[in-house]
């Protein structure tokens, strides 16, 4: 599975977006990004998935670039309770072994 | 509500015991996941299973065992052999391991520690 890279911490005020980056230069044609993020003490919560379109769904928005080398995770107005680690991950369909491959993630801290 | 549900939240091991940890979906998925999760850490797989009454070992096997006798239940032993046992266990699920892009579904973890 191709490795991504996040930045380790950001911050964010509350009702403003949150922009999660990922850069994943290495992605191949056939993969899919995912995002998940997980809150302390809880399992990892899917938020969203992609291929080359953007896609957008009740949680979140995923911008991918043209050349699919990096994406960016929306939360469009957050909140307290998104304070979390999130998770970018690349993968093909059905993966290998199954396996999903966390990083060290972002950890999001939402301020008010 | 649709969901995977891990029980107990915790548990506690004397040394030398078995103990079994409970995975249970109502989501129809056919394939479910054992995780391993040490602090500050990714997630490690330890056994997965596409198809009732099949499965295979992940990367950190060793001192686990498994069973899929119900497509919905997927228990996870952590045996005596297990030297190191203490950890935060995730199950997932998915709706088909093949060449599906469908993503994996976590319950909330059961924390083991070691009396």
């Known amino acids: 599975d191709a490795k991504t890279t996040q930045p380790p911490s950001m911050d964010c005020a509350e009702g403003r977006a949150a922009n999660l980056p990922c850069n994943h230069s290495t992605i191949s044609g056939n993969e899919y990004v995912y995002w998940y993020r997980q809150i302390h003490s809880q399992g990892p919560q899917y938020i969203i998935h992609g291929l080359k379109n953007n896609e957008t769904n009740e949680m979140a928005s995923l911008i991918i670039t043209e050349d699919r080398k990096s994406s960016t995770l929306i939360l469009p107005h957050a909140t307290l309770r998104d304070t979390a680690v999130y998770y970018c991950?690349?993968?093909?369909?059905?993966?290998?072994?199954?396996?999903?491959?966390f990083g060290k993630g972002t950890k999001l801290s939402v301020k008010p | 509500d649709g969901g995977i549900t891990q029980s107990p939240k915790y548990l506690f091991r004397k040394e030398g015991q078995n103990v079994t940890l409970s995975c249970e979906q109502n989501?129809?998925?056919?394939?479910m996941y054992w995780y391993r999760q040490d602090p500050g850490q990714g997630l490690r797989l330890i056994y997965y299973?596409?198809?009732?009454?099949?499965?295979q070992k992940g990367d950190i096997a060793e001192g686990y065992s498994v069973s899929r006798e119900k497509k919905e239940s997927f228990p996870l032993t952590v045996t005596s052999a297990q030297k190191n046992p203490t950890a935060f266990y995730l199950c997932a699920s998915s709706i088909s391991r093949g060449t599906s892009n469908q993503p994996q579904h976590f319950g909330d973890g059961t924390r083991l520690s070691i009396l």
């Open positions: 989501l129809n998925h056919d394939a």
């Open positions: 991950i690349v993968r093909p369909p059905g993966g290998s072994q199954g396996n999903l491959i």
């Open positions: 299973s596409q198809i009732v009454n099949d499965f």
